[in-house]
């Protein structure tokens, strides 16, 4: 039986990527002309760095109330923690949960649930390690506010992390978005906050595994405790 190897092995990759692709692959060639073995290494890098920017079809779940992870990666921390003020989602602390992604997750990030974007908020910071609590306050970041359509609002935060250097937002205020919608991209390697409404209680557990617009990390309304198995 034949199996397409699009889908497979070979992905779809992220605009911004293919300037970095092929400044890997140049160089590549480079360094196979002044020794083969650093040609070896500069074709594993260039794989590397293709599959850093892969950008996968995902089957987003359509069931009413669901909230979908915005990144690949593994949660790192599920806690109360207040917003950024940037967002304007008020002084109360919120349910926070965090999901980190390593340089060898697929990077791209998408809207956890439908709505509007009415905010978009950038703060420079440091570039500590994206794992870190403190993280949260101290690194650059990128944060976004989606608005449902009972105006129900959930915050979304891109952070950057010890190795990312750069944060792309590719929405504005004022574009809608469904769930699982890309909205942007980190490089290279970085964690995402989401902030839940009040009243919102989290599925996931420290430590599980998550797939970008397809794990379930809340269902919208649903306050009760439900602890997911780590994968």
């Known amino acids: 039986m034949s199996v397409s190897l ?34 070896l290494l500069g074709l594993v890098l260039t794989i590397w760095c293709y599959y850093f920017f892969r950008d996968p079809v995902r089957t987003v779940p359509m ?17 109360p923690a207040v917003p950024p003020a940037e967002l304007g989602l008020g002084p109360d602390p919120l349910t926070r949960v965090s999901v980190f992604m390593s340089v060898f997750d697929c990077h791209v990030n998408r809207a956890p649930v439908a709505g509007e974007v009415t905010a978009v908020a950038y703060r420079p910071g440091k570039f500590l390690s994206a ?23 959930l915050g979304v935060v891109q952070i950057a992390g010890l190795v990312a250097r750069r944060i792309l937002c590719e929405v504005d205020r004022g574009v809608r978005l469904d769930r699982g919608d890309r909205f942007g991209l980190i490089r290279f390697g970085s964690r995402l906050d989401v902030y839940l409404p009040d009243g919102t209680a989290p599925r996931v557990a420290v430590g599980q595994k998550m797939t970008s617009g397809e794990s379930i990390i809340a269902v919208l309304g649903d306050d009760r405790p439900a602890i997911a198995r780590v994968e």
């Open 6 to 39: 699009v889908g497979t092995v070979v992905k779809p990759i992220h605009p911004d990527g293919r300037k970095f692709i092929a400044a890997f692959a140049i160089a590549t060639v480079i360094l196979w002309f002044i020794w083969t073995p650093l040609g």
């Open 63 to 79: 069931d009413e109330g669901l909230i979908v992870s915005p990144a690949d990666g593994i949660v790192s921390l599920v806690e």
């Open 131 to 153: 794992d870190l609590d403190k993280a949260s306050e101290d690194n650059e970041r990128n944060g976004i506010v989606l608005t449902m359509a009972d105006g129900t609002r």
